[in-house]
C-alpha cells in the first residue's frame, strides 16, 4: 500500500499558515526541527489577508472618501502581511533552513480562513499544511478556537500537523487502531521520514473497553444495567479478541510499509496499552512517558474502531507541547 509514488519524487512540501503570533512561530520552529528528518523538505509559508469590512466595500462605491480609506486599508493588510511572511522566512533561515527552499504565499480572505487555508492545501497539493494551536489572525480569532477545528475538518485531503507550543525533539509516536486510516497515516510518515537512519517510529495500540466504542455511558446508566456485569465482561472480552486480531494483521502491513521506505526494524518499536480514563488521555500520558514530540493518528477508524469519532479531536484539544498529525 502506498499513496505516494515514490520514495525519490522532487521533494516533499509543507503549507505553513502564519499570522504573526507567537504559536504561528512556534510552527514554524517545528517545521525547522524536522527538516533534519527529512533533508529535502520544501516550505511555502502562508498569510492569508484580514476581512474587508462590507459595509466600506459597499460604500467605496459611490463615496470618495470611502474609497480612500479602502486603499489605505489594503496597504496596510498588504504591508503586514509581507513583514509576516519575512520574519517566517528569516526564521528559517537562522535554523539552517536553505533560502531556496522557502517560498512565501499571500492570498485574499474569500470564504473564511479555515476554509483559504485548507482550499491552497489542497489545490496546491502539498504534503502536508502546519498550523500553530493557539495562533491569532488579525481578527483575533482563536486558531484552536475555531481556525484549527475547521481544518481537522475541511482538510479532508491534506495531512494536518498541529503544532501546541515550542517543539524541539520530533521524536514520532503513532497511535493506530487497525484501520485503513491507520495504514494511510504509516504511510504518510514513511514518505515523509522515508530512507532516513536517524528517524525511528513508535506504534502505540491502546486496547479498548466497551465505553470506548459504545455510545452508551455505562457509568451514568442507572437501573438499566444492574445485573449485567458478566455481559459487559464477556463483550470487553470479545472486543479485546477482536481488537489483537486486528493489530496481529496490521502490524506486519505497517512494518513493512516502512521497511520499503527504508527503515530499518531496529528502529520501529511496538507499545500495547490497556486504555485509562479514555483513549485520548491515554495517548498523550504515553507520548508525555516516552518523551515524543510528535503524535500522529488517523482521522477515521474502522466502523467499530476507538478512533472513530472524537478521539483525534481530543487529541489535539488536550495535547501540551506536541505536534498532533492528523491523515485522513
Not at 96 to 104: C, K
Not at 137 to 158: C, D, I, K, P, R
Not at 286 to 311: C, N, W
Request: include cysteine; proline fraction near 4%; aromatic fraction near 6%.
Amino acid at each position: 500500500m502506498s499513496i505516494h509514488n515514490s520514495q525519490e519524487e522532487a521533494h516533499r512540501k509543507i503549507l505553513i499558515a502564519i499570522d504573526g503570533s507567537m504559536p504561528a512561530s512556534h510552527a514554524v520552529g517545528y517545521a525547522a526541527t524536522i527538516f533534519k528528518l527529512i533533508p529535502d523538505l520544501h516550505i511555502v509559508l502562508l498569510y492569508v489577508l484580514p476581512s474587508i469590512p462590507p459595509y466600506l466595500k459597499e460604500e467605496s462605491r459611490t463615496d470618495g472618501s470611502a474609497l480612500s480609506k479602502l486603499k489605505k486599508l489594503k496597504e496596510i493588510n498588504l504591508a503586514g502581511g509581507e513583514k509576516i511572511l519575512e520574519k517566517g522566512k528569516n526564521q528559517l533561515i537562522a535554523a539552517q533552513f536553505s533560502p531556496g527552499r522557502i517560498e512565501t504565499k499571500m492570498l485574499p480572505r474569500i470564504t473564511g480562513l479555515a476554509k483559504d487555508i485548507a482550499n491552497e492545501a489542497e489545490h496546491g497539493l502539498y504534503d502536508a499544511l502546519l498550523v500553530g494551536r493557539r495562533g491569532l489572525s488579525g481578527a483575533q480569532e482563536l486558531f484552536m478556537g475555531s481556525v484549527s477545528n475547521q481544518l481537522v475538518q475541511y482538510a479532508a485531503n491534506t495531512p494536518l500537523w498541529v503544532i501546541d507550543r515550542l517543539i524541539t525533539d520530533p521524536k514520532v509516536m503513532m497511535a493506530v487502531d487497525g484501520s485503513e486510516s491507520s495504514l494511510k497515516a504509516v504511510d504518510h510518515v514513511a514518505y515523509m521520514f522515508g530512507n532516513n537512519p536517524q528517524a525511528e517510529v513508535h506504534f502505540l495500540h491502546v486496547v479498548p473497553k466497551l465505553q470506548d466504542v459504545c455510545p452508551i455511558d455505562l457509568d451514568n446508566t442507572g437501573e438499566s444495567l444492574k445485573g449485567m456485569e458478566s455481559e459487559i465482561e464477556m463483550l470487553d472480552a470479545e472486543l479485546l479478541q477482536g481488537s489483537q486480531a486486528c493489530m496481529d494483521d496490521f502490524t506486519p502491513r505497517a512494518t513493512q510499509i516502512l521497511r520499503e521506505a527504508g527503515f530499518s526494524s531496529d528502529r520501529i518499536t511496538v507499545e500495547v496499552r490497556e486504555v485509562v480514563l479514555g483513549v485520548a488521555v491515554t495517548i498523550l500520558k504515553a507520548a508525555q512517558e516516552g518523551g515524543y514530540g510528535t503524535i500522529v493518528l488517523g482521522r477515521r477508524g474502522m466502523g467499530r474502531s476507538h478512533f472513530l469519532g472524537s478521539v483525534s479531536d481530543r487529541v489535539i484539544r488536550r495535547a501540551t507541547g506536541q505536534a498532533i498529525w492528523v491523515v485522513n
